[in-house]
């Protein structure tokens, strides 16, 4: 089964941003819509971002206009930039093969002065 291995994550002030990418074992980004969800503490997980195949994205509206999703296809990589950061976007992000139970670890995003 593939693996997805988050990273990028940290410690960050408000109004800062952080690249977060997403690592896949083999190939699988060109051939299915990938997503990023997050979850807060004591929260559920929502979704924040998702690509689809041909290449269309689909955001949260509490994220749009400041996150930006993406993937390397050669690279079998999903990138999430996230820009004018938010103490309410402090979460665990996980990247997913959107619609399927195949989840990454997770990284830590914390956003506190």
């Known amino acids: 089964q593939v693996q997805l291995v988050e990273s990028g994550g940290g410690l960050v002030q408000p109004g800062g941003s952080l690249r977060l990418s997403c690592a896949a074992s083999?190939?699988?980004?060109?051939?299915?819509?990938m997503a990023w969800y997050r979850q807060p503490p004591g929260s559920p997980r929502d979704l924040v971002a998702s690509?689809?195949?041909?290449?269309?994205?689909n955001y949260a509206d509490s994220v749009k206009g400041r996150f930006t999703i993406s993937r390397d296809n050669a690279k079998n990589m999903m990138y999430l930039q996230m820009n004018s950061l938010k103490p309410e976007d402090t979460a665990v992000y996980y990247c997913?093969?959107?619609?399927?139970?195949?989840w990454g670890q997770g990284t830590q995003v914390t956003v506190s002065s």
């Open positions: 083999r190939s699988i980004f060109g051939s299915n819509t």
């Open positions: 997913n093969i959107k619609g399927t139970s195949v």
């Open positions: 690509i689809s195949t041909g290449g269309s994205t």
